[in-house]
């Protein structure tokens, strides 16, 4: 816990690296500047060209992937609470693909005649999704016990199935090839359409989410040992798995329409923090939130770096590091 205080020092590094870095090469100095200037601390002359990019595209784009990898990492850590499963995470669950289902329902099949926006087309179809998962495993008889891990996880994986091709079915009927190109491309996570407006919904999601979290600290240590255990101590076992559950459905789905759906984030960094700084919620939940931005922006970095003139989709990076990442960490587990 005494660390903790240099969390605003390794986030505020963690976005000028992701400022700094990118397809054209600026210098250091020149970034300085142009934040110094935007900030009213100097009077530097600055070509407008490295500005725009600096400010309007890559901060923009930093504090975005900052918010996003928080709000992931955040709601794998929730869902691994709630339900005693340490595979549960929004991608395997069909949250993900249930987001995505609903934002491209509104941005490619007009469903909503241009009144529902992207983002809510997303909160609803994650929430759809999860809803499907949560009933067809309490159909199968897993709700409780090692059964239950183990039939909640195959559930999500026939969900994420089900709206994957649902998706797929959406963009081939209704979507041009240019149009197709770019939904396939978002879809596997892209940063590249970022900009200052969308800051402005990420940020307070991330807060939300980080907030409630926090609030609920005491709620989540307790879940570890099973909701009859929550509810022995106090615990509003329903009221607290609604708002936690909508959580995180809340803030994965607003980042699945900021910049599609991004994987292994909130199955890796959870469990990584839990070896780092314990099982308790009042430690794991900021260091959670805290290395899932830098993770996030680190791996966003990478994509725009790792191929000369060609940008990857963020979630090939967060699975090529995730993968090997996560089963380190289970051969780890065995062991110990």
């Given amino acids: 816990m005494r660390w903790f205080w240099?969390?605003?020092?390794?986030?505020?590094?963690?976005?000028?690296?992701?400022?700094?870095?990118?397809?054209?090469?600026?210098p250091f100095a020149t970034v300085i500047d142009v934040l110094s200037v935007k900030l009213g601390l100097s009077h530097?002359?600055?070509?407008?060209?490295?500005?725009?990019?600096?400010?309007?595209?890559?901060l923009a784009r930093a504090i975005v992937s900052a918010c996003g990898g928080a709000s992931l990492a955040l709601s794998g850590l929730i869902l691994q609470a709630l339900l005693r499963n340490p595979l549960a995470e929004p991608y395997l669950l069909g949250i993900s693909a249930g987001a995505s289902?609903?934002?491209v329902s509104v941005?490619?099949?007009?469903?909503?005649?241009?009144?529902?926006?992207?983002?809510?087309?997303?909160?609803?179809?994650?929430l759809t999704a999860f809803a499907l998962v949560a009933l067809l495993a309490h159909a199968a008889?897993?709700?409780t016990g090692a059964?239950?891990?183990?039939?909640?996880?195959?559930?999500?994986?026939?969900?994420?199935?089900?709206?994957?091709?649902?998706?797929?079915?959406?963009?081939?009927q209704s979507a041009s090839a240019e149009q197709a190109r770019g939904i396939m491309f978002w879809l596997l996570g892209n940063l590249s359409g970022i900009r200052w407006p969308d800051t402005w919904l990420a940020l307070p999601m991330a807060g939300l989410g980080l907030g409630l979290s926090l609030w609920h600290v005491r709620s989540l240590d307790a879940f570890t040992f099973g909701a009859d255990s929550a509810a022995s101590i106090g615990v509003d076992v329903h009221r607290t798995q609604i708002v936690l559950i909508g959580t995180a459905t809340l803030i994965t789905a607003i980042m699945?329409?900021?910049?599609?759906?991004?994987?292994?984030?909130?199955?890796?960094?959870?469990?990584?923090?839990?070896?780092?700084?314990?099982?308790?919620?009042?430690?794991l939940v900021p260091a959670t939130a805290l290395a899932g931005a830098v993770f996030l922006v680190v791996s966003d970095v990478v994509s725009r770096i790792a191929l000369p003139g060609q940008v990857l989709p963020i979630g090939v990076v967060t699975a090529l590091v995730g993968a090997p990442a996560f089963a380190v960490i289970m051969i780890r587990g065995r062991k110990q």
């Fill in 147 to 172: 059964r239950g891990a183990g039939v909640i996880i195959l559930a999500g994986i026939a969900g994420s199935q089900m709206f994957n091709a649902l998706t797929a079915l959406i963009i081939a």
């Fill in 101 to 103: 289902a609903g934002a």
């Fill in 107 to 126: 941005s490619v099949a007009g469903i909503g005649a241009g009144i529902v926006s992207m983002s809510a087309g997303a909160f609803a179809g994650g």
């Fill in 141 to 143: 008889g897993g709700s």
């Fill in 256 to 283: 699945v329409s900021l910049a599609g759906a991004i994987g292994f984030v909130g199955l890796v960094v959870p469990h990584a923090m839990r070896i780092l700084v314990g099982s308790r919620h009042s430690r």
């Fill in 6 to 26: 240099l969390s605003p020092v390794v986030l505020a590094a963690a976005l000028m690296f992701g400022t700094a870095i990118g397809e054209t090469r600026i």
């Fill in 44 to 58: 530097a002359e600055v070509d407008a060209i490295d500005m725009s990019v600096i400010w309007n595209y890559r």
